[in-house]
């Protein structure tokens, strides 16, 4: 192999260092790469974690950005979970800087804002008796004769809610966040998302005020600066803990001898010019999306596993923040938007979800957000257009005027949704089998599993990772097969970590 670049550095190797630690290099410092490090060193001194961050902000899909003191999410983010492993470490690393939020949100679909979670009146009054009528007996029907076999999303939500409400409250606005039809979408991805709701227990909720499921959950706890806070923090124990978070330093190459990954190439800037240096580690965890690491590996993996990965395929999203000459033209912490009249997906009122997101109160900071793809007309628009399209379209949809807009940010995520198409499984199980074979080397989070995680899922991925680096045996890829999912809240535990 080449040697390290002049005047590049080289991540000292246990035998080097004088001490006996391992050096565990870590590539991304989202939610899974920093738990991955706080959990080695939480457990022991024995590790020496390393994160590779190819940003200038931890964080991943849950940092918080900020444009002119305004703070804003990637996406807005509810703390609650059943794994109490992941509430444990988030509430050691934030202590009391979380705080509690009433939840409120709401739908709109055809020109009226449906109350969500489910208010029966609403509904009723918004949607019409003959409407509820007809609603009713396509529920009835998918009760009778169901679609077999189930392997659509479209299949999987009307055999439970029946295909009319499927179509007033599902097919829109899936497809705006995913691009491809309804009938594209695999089913597993609608059992992981709306496990265990179902429309008799949708209307039960509304009818007796009943709280059972933790989507419908009626508050939650939030980091009072943002999700980003707790990232920000994470990267600083870890160094105070004498592990390393490197900031704007990104893997482009990962070696292997046979079966064991021996070093990762990065990629730094180094007075405006891109350097290359070499990193040795005892073990290593991936969090960059699977797509990537595949044809990162050097060498390259067999031919089919290269095949499977270039079939994977990803959502990208943006988030377009603008500042409004007034104070918040409505309370709800998000609406969904299903009108296909507009291309906003989702709007999120970042007072909502605290006041502390605001540097100034008399102003409201609303988050316009829009699905699309890498390279598509949304993405290439610029910023200013961006800006004036969204303030248009906050004017359409009756909640503010376009006049009352002072000031924008756009912001642009790539891979933020791992797509569930008809191909994707078949082709991650490929990959998953041969990364197996790896005998120093896991892949977890979202992206680095290629399954659309919820930050505490993507967390515990992580938890099991450095587990395993420790000496226990773990199947992380069961993680949100058989762990209990978010929707199940169970009696009596404190509500804790989600993203949205």
Request: glycine share 6%.
């Amino acid at each position: 192999m080449d040697g390290n670049p002049v005047g590049a550095e080289s991540l000292p190797t246990k035998d080097d260092r004088g001490d006996s630690r391992t050096t565990v290099a870590i590539i991304g410092g989202g939610p899974a790469g920093l738990t991955a490090a706080y959990e080695l060193q939480r457990n022991s001194t024995e590790y020496k974690p390393v994160v590779f961050e190819a940003d200038k902000l931890v964080g991943g899909i849950s940092r918080t950005e900020s444009h002119n003191g305004y703070r804003f999410d990637i996406g807005g983010h509810r703390f609650f979970t059943k794994v109490t492993e992941v509430e444990e470490v988030w509430h050691e690393i934030l202590t009391d800087d979380f705080i509690t939020r009433p939840r409120k949100s709401r739908i709109f679909y055809r020109g009226k804002y449906y109350d969500y979670p489910l208010k029966i009146t609403n509904a009723l009054l918004n949607i019409g008796l003959i409407e509820s009528i007809r609603v009713g007996l396509s529920y009835v029907k998918a009760q009778l004769f169901p679609s077999k076999p189930e392997e659509t999303f479209e299949q999987w939500v009307s055999n439970r809610f029946g295909k009319r409400l499927f179509q007033h409250f599902f097919e829109t606005y899936t497809e705006k966040v995913w691009g491809i039809p309804c009938s594209e979408i695999r089913a597993d991805w609608a059992a992981q998302r709306i496990k265990n709701l179902s429309l008799m227990k949708a209307v039960w909720n509304a009818l007796t005020g009943a709280n059972d499921t933790a989507s419908l959950i009626e508050e939650f706890e939030y980091p009072r600066l943002g999700p980003g806070m707790m990232w920000e923090k994470a990267a600083e124990l870890v160094e105070d803990k004498g592990g390393e978070v490197r900031m704007e330093e990104w893997v482009s190459r990962v070696f292997m001898d046979g079966n064991r990954v021996i070093e990762i190439e990065v990629i730094k800037d180094v007075n405006g010019v891109r350097t290359p240096y070499r990193v040795e580690a005892d073990q290593f965890i991936n969090t960059m999306p699977v797509r990537e690491l595949i044809h990162c590996m050097d060498p390259p993996p067999p031919a089919h596993v290269i095949e499977a990965a270039d079939k994977l395929k990803y959502r990208d999203f943006l988030i377009v923040t603008l500042v409004l000459d007034h104070p918040d033209p409505f309370d709800d912490n998000w609406i969904y938007i299903h009108s296909p009249e507009v291309k906003v997906g989702r709007i999120q009122n970042f007072r909502a979800w605290s006041p502390e997101m605001l540097p100034n109160q008399e102003n409201a900071s609303i988050g316009m957000e829009f699905f699309c793809h890498e390279g598509d007309g949304l993405w290439e628009s610029s910023d200013e257009d961006l800006i004036k399209q969204a303030s248009e379209e906050l004017e359409f949809l009756g909640l503010a005027s376009k006049d009352s807009v002072i000031d924008g940010c756009v912001i642009r995520q790539k891979k933020a949704y791992p797509v569930y198409d008809a191909v994707y499984k078949e082709a991650l199980d490929t990959i998953k089998d041969w990364i197996l074979t790896l005998e120093n080397f896991q892949t977890v989070g979202r992206n680095g599993m290629h399954r659309y995680n919820n930050q505490d899922h993507s967390m515990l991925t992580a938890m099991l990772a450095s587990k395993i680096i420790m000496g226990e045996e773990h199947d992380i890829w069961n993680v949100n097969v058989e762990r209990s999912y978010h929707e199940e809240m169970q009696v009596n535990k404190k509500p804790a970590l989600e993203t949205a």
